[in-house]
C-alpha cells in the first residue's frame, strides 16, 4: 500500500463540518476512533488537485507500531539454578516497562537447566523468573540456549553446555566442532552429531526436542496466559544458525577471516562420502590454504582474489559446508515446530551479522560461518526458503551498524548485509526482526535502527511497505538506565511505535500470533539452493522518517497520546 498523498498535510483537530471522502482501507472501527483531520498542504493540492481532506486514524497507524524487547542479562540465572538479585532485578523491570517497552529476552541455558544429568531438569529458577515478568506486564522472548556461554564477544559469565555432555566429550572430543589444527570447540555440539546416538542412546537432535518438550510441559501455564510470545531457538554458537568460526577464546579479534569449522571426524566422514558420490573421491577439505583466525583473505590461497574458492573443488565443499547448516537448523525447526504444535506462540532463529570482509570478492568471513553468500549468490535466501517451511521469523543482528563506523581495512558492509537478508526473509513470505549487536546508547544507532525496522518509513493509511516483526535491543543493564541513556532510549522505542501510545498484543495489528501450524512438507535442498539466484534487495530510504533526534514525539503522536487518555477515562 503506497503513503497517503496527504501524508505531509498540516494536522488539526476535527471540524464538524468536514466532510471527507472515505479510503478504501477504513474500517467500520475506524470511523468510531477518528479524531484528527488532514489538510492537504500545496505539494499535495499540486500532485493530486481534486484530493479530498480525510481522517486518519490511529487505527491506520497500528500496523506501524513495531514493539521492542530488552535481552536480560545473561547471568540473570546462576550457574547452581537460582534467581539472581531478583528484588534489584524487578526495579529494572519496572523501569523498562515505564518506557513502554514490549517485553524482554531471555536464555534459558540447558547447561542450566539439565546439567544433573539425562532429562533430569530443574525449571525452578526460570518459573520464578517467568512469573515475575508476567507480574511486571512484560511479554516474552524465550531462547532454547543449546550453547555455552562465555568465549564470545560480551560474555560476562561462563555458562557450560552440561557437564554430563562433556563427560562424554573428554572420551570423545569429535562431538564438537574442530577446527584444521584439530583444536576442538566446546561451545555446543558439532552438527555432526545431529543423528548419532551417542549421548545416552539419543542423538543430539532427540535431546534438543525432549528440552523443548519439558519447557512446554513445565511452562504450560504461561504459555495459555500469552506471556511467552516467541521461541528462539539456538541452532549453533551463541544461538545463532552458523559455525563458531570466530571464537575469541581461540584467539580470534576482528576482523579475521575465522576458520572453518568441520574437522571432527563425523563431518569428515560426510564429506568423503558427498565427494565420492559426485565421482571425486580424490577431493579434500581446504587444509592450511585457507588460513588461520586473523589472517586477511589477500594471505590466504583459499579466499585471495580468484582463489580456490572459486575452482569446482572449492564450490563444492562450500556448498557441502553452507548446505550442512541449513538441513541442521530444518531439522531441529521441525522438532521445535512438533513441540510446540497448537501453542499460540511464534518460532524464530537468530542468523549472524557477519559484516566484515563483505565488500572483498571472497566474503570470507561468511563462508567460514556457514553462509555461502558471494556477489553472485545469495547465500541467506536459502535459508529465508528453509525457514518458510516451519514458520519461522528470522532474526537478524547488527541492525545499529553503518559502514562509516566500521574500520576501512575491514571491508565491512553491515547497511548492505542488512539490507540482503531483511530482503531475502520479505521475498520468501516470512518474518524478519532485528537486533543489535553490540551495546549502543546513542542516536546515530538508534537511527539506523529505525531505519532497517520501517525501510520505507511510517506509512499513515495502514501497514508499511516493508517492516520487521520486532526489535530486541541488547541489553538491560545500568548502563542503560543511567538517566541521560535511559532518557534517549525511552524517545526510541516511542519511535520504534511509530509515535503511538503503547499496544499490548501489538501483533494482533501486523501479524497476529495463532496456533502454531505442522511445518510444510520437507523442501529438498537442491529446490532450496535456487533461491541462490541473486536479486537486487529491496530500497531502503537513506535515513529515518521518525528520528530519535527531534525533540521528543511528534505532534501526531502527541495528539494520538492525548486522545487515548481521555478515550481511557471514558472506558473507566
Not at 511486571?136 to 522472548?141: F, H, K, W, Y
Not at 584467539?251 to 564429506?271: R, S, V
Amino acid at each position: 500500500m503506497s503513503n497517503c498523498p496527504w501524508a505531509h498535510g498540516t494536522i488539526v483537530i476535527q471540524a464538524e463540518e468536514a466532510q471527507p471522502r472515505e479510503a478504501s482501507n477504513c474500517t467500520e472501527r475506524d470511523k468510531e476512533i477518528r479524531s484528527v483531520h488532514v489538510l492537504p498542504t500545496s505539494l499535495c493540492s499540486t500532485s493530486n488537485p481534486d484530493l479530498t481532506p480525510r481522517f486518519l486514524t490511529q487505527r491506520e497507524m497500528e500496523a506501524n507500531y513495531v514493539p521492542v524487547y530488552v535481552m536480560l542479562p545473561l547471568d540473570v540465572v546462576s550457574t547452581d539454578n537460582q534467581l539472581q538479585k531478583p528484588d534489584e532485578l524487578r526495579e529494572m523491570l519496572k523501569c523498562l516497562k515505564s518506557a513502554d517497552v514490549d517485553g524482554v529476552m531471555l536464555d534459558v541455558w540447558w547447561g542450566i537447566v539439565e546439567n544433573e544429568g539425562p532429562e533430569m531438569y530443574d525449571w525452578s529458577a526460570y518459573r520464578a523468573l517467568f512469573q515475575m515478568i508476567k507480574e511486571e506486564g512484560l511479554a516474552l522472548q524465550a531462547i532454547m540456549s543449546f550453547h555455552q556461554c562465555g568465549g564470545n564477544v560480551g560474555d560476562i559469565i561462563y555458562i557450560p553446555i552440561p557437564k554430563w555432555i562433556r563427560e562424554i566429550g573428554e572420551s570423545n572430543p569429535d562431538i564438537f566442532y574442530t577446527n584444521y589444527r584439530g583444536t576442538k570447540n566446546e561451545e555446543c555440539l558439532s552438527l555432526g552429531v545431529d543423528n548419532q546416538p551417542l549421548f545416552f542412546g539419543r542423538t543430539a537432535i532427540e535431546m534438543y526436542h525432549d528440552y523443548m518438550k519439558s519447557f512446554r510441559e513445565n511452562m504450560a501455564d504461561f504459555l495459555a496466559a500469552g506471556l511467552i510470545k516467541d521461541i528462539e531457538v539456538g541452532l549453533g554458537p551463541a544461538g545463532e544458525m552458523r559455525y563458531p568460526s570466530y571464537p575469541e577464546a581461540q584467539g580470534w579479534a576482528f576482523p579475521g577471516i575465522g576458520e572453518f569449522q568441520c574437522y571432527d571426524k563425523y563431518l569428515q566422514e560426510d564429506f568423503k562420502e558427498a565427494a565420492a558420490e559426485v565421482g571425486h573421491p580424490e577431493w579434500e577439505m581446504p587444509g592450511a590454504d585457507a588460513g588461520e583466525y586473523n589472517d586477511k583473505p589477500e594471505s590466504t590461497n583459499f579466499f585471495e582474489t580468484n582463489g580456490t574458492y572459486l575452482t569446482e573443488e572449492g564450490k563444492f565443499f562450500l556448498k557441502w559446508y553452507s548446505s550442512k547448516l541449513i538441513v541442521h537448523a530444518d531439522q531441529i525447526l521441525d522438532k521445535a515446530n512438533l513441540v510446540f504444535l497448537g501453542c499460540k506462540v511464534k518460532l524464530a532463529t537468530k542468523v549472524a551479522g557477519i559484516h566484515w570482509w563483505y565488500f572483498h570478492p571472497s566474503h570470507a568471513a561468511e563462508l567460514t560461518s556457514g553462509y555461502y553468500n558471494l556477489t553472485d549468490r545469495d547465500g541467506y535466501r536459502p535459508i529465508a526458503r528453509m525457514l518458510s517451511r516451519h514458520y519461522v521469523i528470522l532474526n537478524f543482528t547488527c541492525a545499529e551498524m553503518r559502514n562509516s563506523e566500521q574500520p576501512e581495512e575491514a571491508k565491512s558492509g553491515p547497511e548492505e548485509l542488512v539490507q540482503q537478508v531483511l530482503s531475502a526473509g520479505w521475498r520468501e513470505g516470512i518474518l524478519v526482526a532485528c537486533e543489535n549487536a553490540l551495546s549502543r546508547y546513542d542516536k546515530y544507532a538508534y537511527n539506523q535502527i529505525l531505519k532497517n525496522a520501517r525501510p520505507n518509513g511510517v506509512n499513515k493509511c495502514g501497514p508499511p511497505k516493508l517492516r520487521i516483526f520486532g526489535m530486541t535491543y541488547l541489553r538491560l543493564s545500568d548502563e542503560l538506565l543511567k538517566e541521560d541513556h535511559f532518557s534517549l532510549f525511552k524517545i526510541f522505542v516511542k519511535k520504534m511505535h511509530a509515535d503511538l501510545n503503547y499496544l499490548p498484543n501489538s501483533d494482533k495489528y501486523f501479524a497476529p500470533i495463532e496456533p502454531m501450524a505442522r511445518s510444510k512438507a520437507e523442501i529438498p535442498i537442491e529446490e532450496l539452493l535456487e533461491a541462490t539466484k541473486p536479486e537486487e534487495p529491496y530500497p531502503f530510504n537513506s535515513e529515518t522518517d521518525m528520528p530519535v533526534d527531534t525533540g521528543g514525539s511528534s505532534l501526531l503522536g502527541t495528539i494520538f497520546s492525548v486522545f487515548g487518555k481521555i478515550k481511557s477515562i471514558l472506558i473507566r
